[in-house]
């Protein structure tokens, strides 16, 4: 089973704050998704990336999916209390079935 | 609105116990899940069905079997828990992935999650 690694695991930051988080694969995926989720609650969507080198942007978010489509980045600008939470990203294979990352936590303190 | 629920927010059971979890989606969703949620591990797949009565293992499925006897709901039974099944258990629905040129799989929704003790 192939793994999809984040970094950071954890992140701890002060609003107002931008902050990067990385999601790596050594293999090569369709799209790929990135999810949140707060606590007591499942994961949610937020953007699927489909083209090598694909930038999207959801209000302060910017995802970036790689040219060689192994890996992906989610910027967050300024960030607000309310962007805490566990940052998942998921590799798409071509089946019915997603790959997940291990997970980054975010803190974001008022 | 799109709808997962599970069957309990927290559950505790004793080991060896036959425990079931539930997972209803109002989305006529063909595809659903079980994943078990651990630190650090991120979302590791138990099960997964493609359809009703259908079935197929994912990474982890030791330990566990699945029901799918409609389509709307899909069961997780723990036939005989044990203290490393303490997680935290979350079904998802999707459609189907379909072939195109720029198919992808699709969104998962998710429910909010069972948290199990096993003491």
């Known amino acids: 089973t192939q793994l999809l690694e984040q970094s950071p695991q954890f992140l701890s930051i002060q609003e107002g704050e931008n902050l990067t988080v990385y999601c790596n694969s050594s293999s090569v995926f369709s799209s790929l998704q990135w999810y949140r989720q707060e606590p007591g609650e499942g994961p949610v969507l937020l953007v699927t990336v489909v083209t090598g080198g694909e930038v999207k942007k959801l209000k302060r978010l910017t995802f970036q999916f790689g040219d060689a489509r192994k890996d992906s980045s989610l910027h967050i600008t300024a960030a607000q209390p309310g962007d805490t939470g566990l940052y998942l990203c998921a590799g798409d294979e071509n089946t019915d079935k997603l790959i997940f990352g291990t997970g980054t936590r975010l803190q974001v303190f008022p | 609105d799109v709808k997962v629920t599970q069957s309990s927010r927290y559950l505790v059971k004793r080991t060896g116990e036959k425990v079931f979890l539930e997972c209803v989606q109002d989305?006529?969703?063909?595809?659903m899940f079980w994943y078990r949620q651990d630190p650090g591990l991120g979302l590791r797949l138990i099960y997964f069905s493609y359809d009703v009565k259908m079935k197929e293992k994912g990474d982890i499925p030791e330990g566990y079997s699945v029901s799918r006897e409609k389509k709307e709901r899909f069961s997780l039974i723990l036939e005989s828990a044990s203290t490393n099944q303490t997680s935290m258990y979350l079904c998802?629905?999707?459609?189907?992935?379909?072939?195109?040129?720029?198919?992808?799989?699709?969104?998962?929704?998710f429910g909010p999650g069972t948290r199990l003790t096993v003491l």
């Open positions: 989305m006529d969703h063909e595809n």
């Open positions: 998802a629905s999707s459609l189907p992935w379909t072939s195109g040129s720029f198919s992808y799989t699709d969104t998962q929704y």
